[in-house]
């Protein structure tokens, strides 16, 4: 399987951008790449997906380098309710496999 | 709009009991469902995934097994639970190509 590499945790300031990596070295032509978040105690969350084109939606945008090898998810400015576990996965079946994911702390 | 629902919420259950979870989606027809576990402060597992009626693949072998006897259904089974077997267990829809959607998980607890 396609896998997804993130670091463990980041912190970031209330009211600034984060920016979140992943890579993704192993991407196939037909991976997409989704970004799911899970704050405690709760089923993981949908935040957002693509192929090739950088995404925005209005949780968060998606940025794809050209060869699809890394992305990052970015949100634009952090608030208390952003702190959770962010998973960048390659979905292109019917079996999405999470990795460990990055732990966001957003601090006051 | 689609919703999924997933019951009950807590579970506790003593070892070598059986075992019934259920998951049913709404607004939707012919969804790939899915079910996961996540041990305490661990990643999230894929257990089982089912791309249609009667349609069961199984990803880590184990005591526990799903079907799916309707096509918005779909139900996690034990026959004898061990104390591995606890966990928080998200059942999970998708519409083929788009994102997931999780229910708010049950938090089984065997004691």
């Known amino acids: 399987d396609a896998k997804t590499t993130q670091p463990n945790s980041m912190e970031s300031n209330e009211e600034e951008p984060v920016h979140l990596p992943c890579n993704h070295s192993?991407?196939?032509?037909?991976?997409?790449i989704h970004w799911y978040r899970q704050l405690p105690s709760q089923g993981p969350e949908y935040v957002i997906h693509g192929l090739t084109s950088n995404v925005n939606n209005r949780m968060a945008s998606l940025a794809i380098a050209e060869d699809r090898k890394s992305s990052t998810l970015i949100l634009h400015r952090a608030t208390l309710r952003d702190a959770a576990v962010y998973y960048c996965?390659?979905?292109?079946?019917?079996?999405?496999?999470f990795g460990a994911g990055t732990r966001l702390t957003v601090k006051p | 709009s689609q919703t999924i629902h997933q019951w009950p919420a807590t579970l506790v259950q003593p070892v070598g009991s059986p075992l019934s979870l259920e998951c049913t989606v709404e607004g939707t027809s012919n969804p790939n469902l899915y079910w996961y576990r996540q041990a305490a402060g661990r990643g999230l597992q894929l257990l089982f995934y089912?791309?249609?009626?009667?349609?069961i693949s199984s990803e880590v072998p184990q005591n526990l097994s799903a079907s799916r006897p309707q096509d918005r259904q779909f139900i996690l089974s034990s026959k004898k639970l061990l104390l591995s077997d606890s966990g928080f267990y998200l059942c999970a829809w998708s519409d083929r190509g788009s994102g997931y959607t999780f229910g708010s998980g049950t938090r089984l607890t065997v004691v």
């Open positions: 996965i390659l979905n292109n079946n019917n079996d999405m496999r």
């Open positions: 192993t991407i196939s032509g037909t991976d997409y």
């Open positions: 089912s791309v249609g009626i009667g349609q």
